[in-house]
């Protein structure tokens, strides 16, 4: 009888420490679920500092560069980003904002991109004010030892009222207005020293290709989630890394075509 009880005992506390441990494993299993492996552990940090309105926030995207690193097996950093910017504002309009000063010292910046507003390039007296704007940005930046880089810009829509405006009449047509995006940029950059991000001219190549991609949103100046796509990935290849066909992660209102495309179009030189 003795022998039974311990024989009974005995199962139980091996059931018991069974389910103690299975517990245990299920939660483990869990958690490493709940928690995916970050590859970019162990990588070098690159902090970026994004200054610009519209054409850099829409879409979250500055924290697409961020996301493409996480997904991007290949990748040799850990990118961090920050955002100093705000609808409808001018580069010496951010200057001015409160707490400029304070963000750009915050930390050591290895990329500070300046993005002029959409229209900097449409008359003469535009362009000299962007020009001061960027002088100053571009000094403060290079003496806190970070590189400053000059987003170029794209073309408002073919489409845009503003190319019938007398008030512009500079702009012609969508062509005209990125040569003159596109010449100015390129001697703003050699001036002060800038690294060059041609977002425009990867817009304009795209266009040009006749992808059937939505890049504009409907007031045919902001970009859609694909026009975001595309400046970011302009952006990680001019910053982070050259290579693109790594990067896994699509946004949510995304094609898988249409992210194939325009990761084909970015990895190529752009069209001059």
């Given at each position: 009888m003795k022998n039974k009880l311990l024989h009974y005992k005995l199962n139980i506390f091996i059931t018991m420490l069974?389910?103690?441990?299975?517990?245990?494993l299920l939660g483990a299993c869990q958690k490493d679920k709940e928690k995916p492996k970050d590859m970019t552990q162990g990588r070098p940090v690159l902090n970026i500092l994004f200054i610009g309105n519209e054409y850099t926030i829409s879409n979250y995207m500055p924290y697409m560069l961020k996301t493409f690193a996480e997904s991007d097996p290949t990748s040799h950093f850990k990118v961090e980003v920050e955002v100093h910017a705000a609808n409808n504002t001018s580069l010496s309009q951010l200057w001015n904002m409160p707490g400029t000063r304070d963000i750009l010292t915050s930390k050591k910046w290895d990329y500070v991109v300046i993005q002029p507003t959409s229209m900097w390039a449409s008359s003469d007296g535009s362009v000299h004010i962007t020009r001061k704007a960027i002088s100053v940005w571009s000094s403060q930046i290079k003496s806190l030892g970070s590189q400053p880089v000059l987003f170029e810009t794209w073309p408002l829509e073919m489409t845009h009222p503003n190319y019938a405006?007398?008030?512009?009449?500079?702009?012609?047509?969508?062509?005209?207005?990125?040569?003159?995006?596109?010449?100015?940029?390129?001697?703003?950059?050699?001036?002060?020293?800038?690294?060059?991000?041609?977002?425009?001219?990867?817009?304009?190549?795209?266009?040009h290709k006749k992808t059937g991609i939505k890049l504009y949103g409907v007031d045919r100046s902001s970009p859609t989630i694909n026009g975001s796509f595309l400046t970011a990935l302009v952006l990680y290849k001019t910053l982070v890394d050259n290579t693109l066909d790594d990067i896994g992660y699509i946004p949510e209102g995304m094609t898988q075509e249409d992210k194939n495309k325009l990761i084909k179009i970015v990895s190529k030189k752009y069209d001059k």
């Open positions: 069974f389910m103690v441990i299975a517990t245990i405006s007398p008030k512009y009449i500079k702009l012609k047509n969508y062509k005209n207005m990125f040569k003159r995006i596109k010449g100015y940029s390129k001697a703003l950059s050699e001036k002060y020293k800038l690294l060059l991000a041609p977002v425009g001219s990867y817009w304009m190549s795209a266009i």
